[in-house]
């Protein structure tokens, strides 16, 4: 079993930044990929961003390119999610999930097996 907990959800304006980080505890030996979801208001949930474990690559949507980082710590056992430049747009609750085995889609959620409860971020204009 694996366990996820998110941190740093909040309220920015826009042009502003926010920094997440999702720890994971429990069965992490198995760790493959790590990502962060989201869903806006009036809106289905998105893709973000993923990382691997073993080469470390990683993966952006479109529309956060060039906004946002994730990087991992592997010591922690932790992925982060730096924002920067915030939108209302990016307003929404961002879910960090985990994928400890199976084919690697990383933009699509039944690839991971463990979800975060979620943390809210919301950009005002």
């Known amino acids: 079993q694996v366990q996820l907990v998110e941190y740093g959800g909040g309220l920015v304006q826009a042009g502003g930044s926010l920094r997440l980080s999702c720890a994971a505890s429990?069965?992490?030996?198995?760790?493959?990929?790590m990502a962060w979801f989201r869903q806006g208001p009036r809106k289905e949930r998105e893709f973000v961003a993923a990382?691997?474990?073993?080469?470390?690559?990683?993966y952006y949507a479109n529309v956060v390119k060039g906004r946002f980082t994730i990087s991992r710590d592997n010591d922690k056992n932790t992925v982060y999610l730096q924002m920067n430049s915030l939108k209302p747009e990016d307003t929404g609750v961002y879910y960090c999930?985990?994928?400890?085995?199976?084919?690697?889609?990383?933009?699509?959620?039944?690839?991971?097996?463990?979800w975060g409860q979620g943390t809210q971020v919301t950009v005002s204009s």
């Open positions: 999930a985990l994928q400890t085995s199976g084919y690697n889609v990383p933009t699509r959620d039944y690839t991971y097996q463990y």
């Open positions: 429990g069965r992490t030996f198995s760790i493959k990929t």
């Open positions: 990382i691997t474990w073993s080469n470390e690559d990683s």
